[in-house]
T-cell receptor, first 117, second 115 residues
Framework: KAGVTQTPRYLIKTRGQQVTLSCSPISGHRSVSWYQQTPGQGLQFLFEYFSETQRNKGNFPGRFSGRQFSNSRSEMNVSTLELGDSALYLC????????????????FGPGTRLTVL | AQSVAQPEDQVNVAEGNPLTVKCTYSVSGNPYLFWYVQYPNRGLQFLLKYITGDNLVKGSYGFEAEFNKSQTSFHLKKPSALVSDSALYFCAVRDKDSGNTPLVFGKGTRLSVIA
């Protein structure tokens, strides 16, 4: 079974631009989560999608947004990029039913390394 | 609110020696607990999880972790470290009883196994 794929793997942008990152989950996984990883802040939760609906949102400004499509693929968008947005953006998928008790492990993609100049 | 603490930024151990990476957690209800490992320029890989039942959980690559409710800890252990175990390790928690809460990760502990 193919793992989680993320595109692109590397991205260089300048301040003020916007960027879209893509994530394809493992087949059969309907839950997709996004994280920002930086050396100083560690792994910070951005948002989680399940069945095309945002189920959770982390403490990030509105410049960060996402969506999920009917095939469970997900995109995240960052508008008006700032230098501090430089990070590794990780996508993770998990097998989740509609139930509340989500104990299934997440499977991570390799990440997209975003550099903002 | 749920949180995870990994008190050591760095752990150094000689190859062949036992290793421990510490994790303590805080949740209002009961926890689901996870360990992940990250190798350079890679995403996180799942190692093991505690849901319920036996306090000693066995996972991938010879790793195990012990859930201790009274000490709110979930330390990762391996009897004999390998140089290839050198990586960044993350502990994570989700509150079982708080419905739809996201997974919360610790800051990570860098393990260095010296030959």
């Amino acid at each position: 079974k193919a793992g989680v794929t993320q595109t692109p793997r590397y991205l260089i942008k300048t301040r003020g631009q916007q960027v879209t990152l893509s994530c394809s989950p493992i087949s059969g996984h309907r839950s997709v989560s996004w994280y920002q990883q930086t050396p100083g802040q560690g792994l910070q939760f951005l948002f989680e999608y399940f069945s095309e609906t945002q189920r959770n949102k982390g403490n990030f400004p509105g410049r960060f947004s996402g969506r999920q499509f009917s095939n469970s693929r997900s995109e995240m968008n960052v508008s008006t990029l700032e230098l501090g947005d430089s990070a590794l953006y990780l996508c993770a998928s998990s097998f989740r039913t509609s139930g509340r008790r989500t104990y299934n492990e997440q499977f991570f993609g390799p990440g997209t390394r975003l550099t903002v100049l | 609110a749920q949180s995870v603490a990994q008190p050591e930024d760095q752990v150094n151990v000689a190859e062949g020696n036992p290793l421990t990476v510490k994790c303590t957690y805080s949740v209002s209800g009961n926890p689901y607990l996870f360990w992940y490992v990250q190798y350079p320029n890679r995403g996180l890989q799942f190692l093991l999880k505690y849901i319920t039942g036996d306090n000693l959980v066995k996972g991938s690559y010879g790793f195990e972790a012990e859930f201790n409710k009274s000490q709110t800890s979930f330390h990762l252990k391996k009897p004999s470290a390998l140089v290839s175990d050198s990586a960044l390790y993350f502990c994570a928690v989700r509150d079982k009883d708080s419905g739809n809460t996201p997974l919360v990760f610790g800051k990570g502990t860098r393990l260095s196994v010296i030959a």
